[in-house]
């Protein structure tokens, strides 16, 4: 049985849906503020988070960043009463997986923890490896050539968007709602992480071992070097 830990302050909707998700064969527990979350965290394993922001004490966004830097990938759904763009921009930045504003409908809830277990089991047994570069999905780190190649949270995002539809191109538009979830995030802030991922995975490389692709019009492509085992044909996209 999948196990979740529920961090929310307020008690009735805490029950609500402690008894939904049971009901729907989940394992949770429940912490009723966010030093208690973040305590539970270090001391076991959970397949979920659902992370309230506003919380007495320490608050969501402290409990989820504190989560990441010591390098805790479990997936992580914030609940919060804020529906301002900004908030949820920063939540993501700090490394939460989704965001549902309240109120909401408990399916929406029970569709977006399952479609996130799905994602978790996934990369908890995954680790992707495109010629040189690997990609631990559960630690969140990336390596070239052996090398620790040290991203942001926005950044490994990208890249591991790009690395998961590896030879296909993939538009600014899917990145706009798979790594913003905002489809309003404009082109130029697109271009501009992708310029600094760039830099950082494919730094000091000839342009044949180059990894990361612009495809004209159209969105970017991680691609094998022509040649190497496993080479998958990057077809005629025409690249900038």
């Known amino acids: 049985m999948q196990r979740i830990l529920l961090i929310e302050d307020e008690a009735a909707l805490a029950s609500v849906v402690r008894r939904g ?25 959970y397949d979920l988070v659902i992370l309230d922001l506003m919380l ?45 504003p309240k109120p909401f409908e408990f399916s929406e809830l029970r569709a977006r923890v399952a479609a996130l277990l799905r994602r978790g089991r996934v990369h908890k047994a995954r680790v992707i490896r495109i010629s040189d570069l690997e990609l631990d999905t559960q630690q969140r780190q990336v390596r070239r050539d052996g090398r620790e190649v040290a991203l942001t949270p926005r950044e490994y995002d990208l890249l591991e968007a790009l690395a998961a539809h590896e030879g296909q191109t993939v538009s600014r538009e899917m990145i706009a709602e798979r790594v913003w979830r905002e489809p309003d995030v404009s082109p130029n802030t697109i271009e501009v992480h992708i310029g600094a991922l760039r830099r950082k995975v494919d730094a000091g490389r000839p342009a044949a071992d180059k990894l990361i692709h612009t495809v004209h019009r159209q969105g970017y492509a991680l691609r094998r070097p022509t040649g190497d085992a496993g080479h998958a044909p990057a077809g005629t996209d025409g690249e900038e």
């Open 56 to 100: 007495p004490g320490m608050d969501g966004w402290t409990v989820c960043r504190r989560m990441r830097t010591r390098r805790d990938a479990t997936p992580v759904l914030m609940l919060t009463a804020l529906d301002e763009v900004e908030d949820r921009v920063k939540g993501l930045d700090l490394g939460a997986d989704d965001y549902l």
């Open 21 to 45: 998700l049971e009901k729907a064969r989940y394992a949770v527990d429940w912490a009723a503020d966010g030093a208690e979350g973040f305590r539970r965290t270090c001391e076991e394993e």
